[in-house]
């Protein structure tokens, strides 16, 4: 995915040659099971208003980053979300929440708070389509394991995920990532690592049930479980697009990434209207 050729592409894709001029607003969003507030990166279209109708793409970080991450490393979002007219929301999901409701440590509640607050949140804040079929979720990294985890045990909320780089199997990385303070440790809780895992939870989708996107380069650590979690869901039969190519596990590969993945939700959004 880094040749020139694909490069020009990605950047075709994410819409580098407009001058953009969404509306780029962070926001503080009230979580009761947390009890504080959350900040998020919320970017809409030029021209929004109360009269349109928008789907929504729900972008996470990755481990040790925030909220502000995705805008300010890829500012080209904006041009995207003119040029294909959604809205994308960047909540902050803790500095190693992993998306999951941590039962060791009920102050890391991100399951609940990214996919029933903030969700009902945004919908009331905007104007939004109101269902799966207008909502997408992606991250990187962290963040990837999480969109693709959320998306799987939330087929109510997300019509289609995706996972740039995502850590979408924990189970060979028991000592990384601050993983073990948010489910207890491997070695005494083995049964919910296997739980928590995203590469375990193929058994909740039918065919086309989650349109399913996911990317990882070739020289990122998490290649190799990307790599078995595309096997397993071929073996299962589950539709899904899968892209590698040269990259590591860093904004380099990921500012690429990103322009295929919502390239991918705006044909999604696109045929089920």
Same mark, same amino acid.
């Given at each position: 995915m880094q040749t020139k050729v694909s490069l020009f592409i990605a950047m075709l894709m994410l819409g580098?040659?407009?001058?953009h001029a969404a509306k780029v607003?962070?926001?503080?969003? =009230?979580?009761?099971?947390?009890?504080?507030?959350?900040?998020?990166?919320?970017?809409?279209?030029?021209?929004?208003?109360i009269k349109d109708t928008l789907p929504v793409v729900y972008v996470l970080h990755g481990y040790g980053g925030n909220y502000s991450d995705w805008v300010n490393n890829v500012p080209e979002l904006k041009n995207t979300v003119d040029l294909h007219r959604f809205i994308i929301v960047c909540p902050d999901?803790?500095?190693?929440?992993?998306?999951?409701?941590? =039962?060791?440590? +009920?102050?890391?509640?991100? *399951?609940?708070?990214?996919?029933? *607050?903030?969700?009902?949140?945004?919908?009331? +804040?905007?104007h939004t389509i109101r269902s799966p079929k207008g909502r997408a979720i992606t991250g990187l990294s962290m963040g990837g394991h999480g969109a693709l985890y959320l998306a799987m045990r939330h087929l109510d909320v997300y019509g289609a995920a995706?996972?740039?780089?995502?850590?979408?199997?924990?189970? =060979?990385?028991?000592l990384n990532w601050d993983m073990a303070k948010r489910l207890g440790s491997y070695a005494q809780y083995p049964d919910r690592w296997e739980e928590y895992t995203v590469i375990n939870m193929t058994h909740r989708l039918t065919p086309n049930a989650l349109a399913l996107i996911i990317d990882c380069g070739t020289e990122d650590f998490f290649y190799g479980v990307n790599e078995?979690?595309?096997?397993?869901?071929?073996?299962?039969?589950? =539709?899904?697009?899968?892209?590698?190519?040269?990259?590591?596990h860093n904004w380099a590969y990921w500012k690429q990434s990103i322009g295929y993945q919502l390239l991918y939700f705006t044909r999604f959004f696109t045929t089920t209207k």
């Open positions: 580098i040659t407009n001058a607003d962070t926001v503080s969003v =009230p979580s009761k099971v947390m009890d504080k507030t959350i900040k998020a990166v919320i970017i809409t279209p030029d021209g929004y208003t999901g803790g500095f190693s929440s992993w998306y999951w409701d941590s =039962p060791v440590d +009920q102050s890391f509640r991100y *399951e609940t708070f990214v996919s029933n *607050e903030l969700v009902a949140w945004v919908d009331a +804040q905007y995706g996972s740039t780089a995502g850590g979408v199997d924990i189970r =060979p990385f028991p078995r979690l595309h096997r397993k869901l071929l073996d299962r039969n589950i =539709p899904h697009m899968y892209i590698t190519g040269p990259g590591a």
